[in-house]
């Protein structure tokens, strides 16, 4: 955000909390939060306010900006429910599988040793497939 998107938010978050928007405020702001973009700081924002009573600080939309970038990160698995046909598992690197949240267990015996599971769900030190032990 530029100073002057940083005076908008914090505009907007006097319309809520009565606070006095100064210009050494919006300095401190920018300094602070001025690597956000706009538009998910005020929805960070939005968000403090329809969930805590809270007097908004600049780490408060850091927070939350922060957090809906972790949540889009994260892959999404196609069915909440483990179906008993998945044999065919892609496992993510939070050892679960994309198409049936399945999670990889630590426990399983590798035929040359232990296994060494790398993210594509092969093993290193064997040729098996953990769909193939499984």
Known sequence: MNKQE?????????????RTV?????LMWHEIAGHLDYDDAVAAMQAHYQNSTVWLMPAHVIQRVA??????????????EVPDDCGHHKWLPNRTCLYCTAHQPDDVVCPDGEHAWMRDGTCRNCPTLYADVA
């Open 6 to 18: 940083i005076g908008k938010l914090l505009t907007l978050a006097a319309l809520v909390d009565n």
């Open 22 to 26: 100064t210009t050494e405020a919006c």
């Open 67 to 80: 957090a809906k970038r972790r949540a889009l990160d994260r892959p999404k698995t196609m069915s909440p």
